[in-house]
Each structure stands twice: as C-alpha cells, then as structure tokens.
C-alpha cells in the first residue's frame, strides 16, 4: 500500500494510526534510549489517536507534542514512555497520582501498568473528553478530579508514584506530603526553557532529587477553570 493510500483510506486503525504506524513509533523510542519493555508495549498498544483530535491523527504516532485545545498539549510519546519508565523502575506503585489530565493518554498508559490511577486536571472542558475516552476504552482504573492539582488529592493519600505533567518552579509542598515514604515523584521543574525533569524519590522525611532530561511542559497554573 502507497503512503497516500495509507491516509485516503484511513479509518480507525489503518493507515498512519495503523499497528505499523506504532511499531515505528515504539522502535524510534527505543532508539532515543527507552528501555522498559513494559513501557515500550504499552506505548505500543494505547491508540494515541483517539486522544487527540481527529484532524490530527495522521501525526498521532510521531514523536511530538500536539495541541488539545485550551492552549494545552498532549504530551511528546519520549516524554510519556520516560516518565513511566521513572515511576516504575523501583517497582511498580499500586496508586499513582497525575497532576494535569490533559487528554488523558499519559492516564492511559499507566493505567496499564498500575492499580490505581488518580489524575487532577483544573480545566472541566479537558477532564470531560478525558473522562469520556477513559468511559469508552473501559478504562475502569482511572479516577479523576476536577481541582486545582497544586492542592494533590488529600482524601486519597499517601501515593506510591506522584507525576506532574506540567511545569511549575518547584514540587508544590502538599504533593510532597502525600507522596509515601519510599514513594517517587517525577516532575518539570524550572521556568519556561529551560525545564529538566526531575526525580525525586522520598527516603522517610528526606528527599533525593536528580535532573534527568531538558523538556518543555506547559505551565503548572493555580485554580480551576
Ligand atoms: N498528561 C497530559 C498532558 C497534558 S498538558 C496528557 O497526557 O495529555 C498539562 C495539563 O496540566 C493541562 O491540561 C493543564 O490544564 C493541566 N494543569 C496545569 N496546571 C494544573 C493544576 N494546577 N492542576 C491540575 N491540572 C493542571
């Protein structure tokens, strides 16, 4: 099959949202030092396309950010498969807290992984699309929370795994307080530019922090929308 006929005959699953479409994908994140392959398999069998807009989903499965409306992101696959990879080199965590919903597909892809998936996303219009794609995937693992995430999820801490998917100055206190002893918190930390991301992993009341990669997030803001 031409590339051309690939795109004109597109209908959910073929052409470029194809399974080679993914494959291609996942390769190239290997390539880019992704090692897990717990983590390369669920990148390759969470269809990225239906989280973003339909006139989108011939990029679906290239290494990028994308927009999702509201001047917000999906985020770039590398940066998805890497944070995962964080949050489950120690183990894998039985409850993991997202801060930023977004279209959902970083919820998605440790869903797959974990028992509990808990995300906060302070904008409604993104958490009802997000809610609605979980809902029809049958993702039955993933709670979600309308809630300004600066604040984390007080009622259901501690969590084992904390991910920020967007970027503030530094890890706001209260999400450090409802991280579990030995729990690990993966985050972009810095101003706008000049991002790294973070880990922290929680050592009882001490913390050790590495920087890992350069990435670019949208902003952690405060309140809701
Ligand atoms: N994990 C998402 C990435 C979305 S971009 C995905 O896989 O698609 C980051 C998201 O964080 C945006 O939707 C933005 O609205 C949200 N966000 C920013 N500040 C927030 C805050 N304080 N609390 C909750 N969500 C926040």
């Known amino acids: 099959m031409s590339v051309l006929s690939g795109v004109a005959h597109d209908r959910g699953g073929s052409g470029m949202t194809s399974q080679r479409a993914r494959d291609r994908l996942v390769a190239r994140l290997r390539e880019e030092g992704i090692k897990d392959p717990r983590v390369l398999d669920v990148i390759r069998t969470t269809p990225r396309h239906l989280f973003i807009d339909e006139a989108l989903a011939p990029r679906a499965y290239e290494d990028v950010a994308l927009p999702i409306g509201l001047g917000q992101t999906i985020s770039q696959p590398w940066v998805v498969a890497r944070m995962t990879e964080l949050l489950i080199e120690r183990g894998i965590p039985k409850r993991v807290l997202e801060i930023g919903t977004g279209s959902g597909y970083q919820a998605a892809v440790l869903s797959a992984l974990v028992e509990t998936v808990y995300t906060v996303e302070r904008l409604d219009e993104l958490l009802r699309q997000a809610r609605r794609r979980f809902r029809n995937m049958k993702l039955e693992n993933i709670r979600t929370r309308h809630d300004d995430g600066n604040i984390g999820w007080p009622g259901e801490a501690p969590f084992d795994a904390i991910v920020l998917t967007a970027a503030g100055e530094s890890v706001p206190r209260k999400l450090l307080d409802q991280l579990s002893p030995q729990g690990v918190l993966v985050a972009p930390l810095g101003p706008s530019g000049k991002q790294k991301l973070t880990r922290l992993r929680r050592?009882?009341?001490?913390?050790?922090?590495?920087?890992?990669?350069?990435?670019?997030?949208?902003?952690?803001?405060?309140g809701v929308a």
């Not at 009341?205 to 902003?219: K, M």
């Open 203 to 222: 050592e009882g009341d001490a913390f050790a922090s590495d920087e890992l990669a350069d990435v670019s997030f949208v902003p952690l803001l405060g």
